[in-house]
Each structure stands twice: as C-alpha cells, then as structure tokens.
T-cell receptor, first 115, second 114 residues
Framework: AQSVTQLGSHVSVSEGALVLLRCNYS??????LFWYVQYPNQGLQLLLK??????LVKGINGFEAEFKKSETSFHLTKPSAHMSDAAEYFC?????????????FGQGTILTVHP | GAGVSQSPSNKVTEKGKDVELRCDPI?????LYWYRQRLGQGLEFLIY????????KSGLPSDRFSAERTGESVSTLTIQRTQQEDSAVYLC????????????FGEGSRLTVL
C-alpha cells in the first residue's frame, strides 16, 4: 500500500522568493513519484515525475524535485516564485508497471504568491 | 478535441436519484481512469480501463458505483441512488498506455447531491 503526506495545506510566498512544497511518501515497493498542478478552472497537469532514473528531476516552469529515499521525501522547489505559479499542487505515488497510472494522491497544497 | 472532455461540468441532483457522468478521452489513448475529489481531500482512485482488459474496479466505494467504456473511446460513470456523501468532483484522465505515468486530466464534473 502507498500513501502520501503533503505538509501544509496552504503555502504563501512573495514573488521572487523560494518555493518549497513538502511531500513525504510511504510505499512497500520502489515508488514512482509525481507532482501535478491544478490552475484555477483547469484540469490537473503533470509538472514532473520520478521513475527510478536521476534523483533530481526537472519539470516545467522552472520547478524541480529531489527523490530522497532515506527521508522518503519528494519535495518540490522553485528558486524564484512568479505570480503565475499560484495554483494547487498535488504529490502522488504509484507502484509503476501495469498500475503506474493508479495514483495515490496527497491532499494538495494551495500556493499563494504575493506581489 | 485536443484534451479530455467531461460532461456535465456541473450536476445538481436529489438524494436517491441516479446520475451519469461522461468522459471522452484523448483520441488514441488506451488507458482511462476515474478519480474522485471530495472537498478538502486529495484525489481518490475509482476505476481504471486499459484496452480490452478487464477493468480494475478496486477503488469503487460501493456497488452503487459502476463504469463502462466502449472500446477505447467514451466512458460513463454511473452512480445509482445517490447519497449526500457522493458530492464531489469526478475527474477523468487518459494516457497512452505506455509506462510513462503521465495522465491527462479533464476539468471534472462537479456533483452536488441535495
């Protein structure tokens, strides 16, 4: 069984500041890890994914995440926040293989960016 | 269309009524998923279709929930005898079926049961 915990349901940063959204996972097998973003009135969109290759994963819009097995974490970061980054972010895990799309999601983190 | 299309976008129904939610996946995508998002909660997996294989129904919360898919096209999620706890946004996603993990989501159908 898998589970995902996102620390902080709301995160607020100033424009230009570092963005850090925290995600910890639990999985009985090597995980596949994902970050999805949901902009207002839009469907979820894949930001980046870890599938057992490089532990530092780069995604769209300047976001990146690092898989740390020892900490069971997959935190999402961006060096400098833009107003357009305001959205809800979801961390998710799957076991891969034929069940790769059967995702277990965290509860989401709403990111607010202040001018 | 270019993306996953869901209808209706909003549905208000009375407790005890049946509802049908429709999903039109991206053309050529063999895999189709239904998820549910209740207020303040993360997405919950409901059911998964892959080509002509038997669907994975392990996430359906009760026998009031069912889904069908015709070939590799449209899917319908049916909720019978709706209850207030069924109120949620129902999200459909499709993927190419390759082991990339990228799901393309629709905008969802918001169901409100009075």
């Amino acid at each position: 069984a898998q589970s995902v915990t996102q620390l902080g349901s709301h995160v607020s940063v100033s424009e230009g500041a570092l963005v850090l959204l925290r995600c910890n996972y639990s999985s009985s097998v090597p995980p596949y890890l994902f970050w999805y973003v949901q902009y207002p009135n839009q469907g979820l969109q894949l930001l980046l994914k870890y599938t057992s290759a490089a532990t530092l994963v780069k995604g769209i819009n300047g976001f990146e995440a690092e898989f740390k097995k020892s900490e069971t974490s997959f935190h999402l970061t961006k060096p400098s926040a833009h107003m357009s980054d305001a959205a809800e972010y979801f961390c998710a895990v799957s076991v891969g293989g034929t069940s790769y799309g059967k995702l277990t999601f965290g509860q989401g983190t709403i990111l607010t960016v202040h001018p | 269309g270019a993306g996953v299309s869901q209808s209706p976008s909003n549905k208000v129904t009375e407790k005890g009524k049946d509802v049908e939610l429709r999903c039109d996946p991206i053309s050529g995508h063999t895999a189709l998923y239904w998820y549910r998002q209740r207020l303040g909660q993360g997405l919950e997996f409901l059911i998964y279709f892959q080509g002509n294989s038997a669907p994975d129904k392990s996430g359906l919360p009760s026998d009031r929930f069912s889904a069908e898919r015709t070939g590799e096209s449209v899917s319908t999620l049916t909720i019978q005898r709706t209850q207030q706890e069924d109120s949620a946004v129902y999200l459909c996603a499709s993927s190419s079926g390759q082991n990339t993990g990228e799901l393309f989501f629709g905008e969802g159908s918001r169901l409100t049961v009075l």
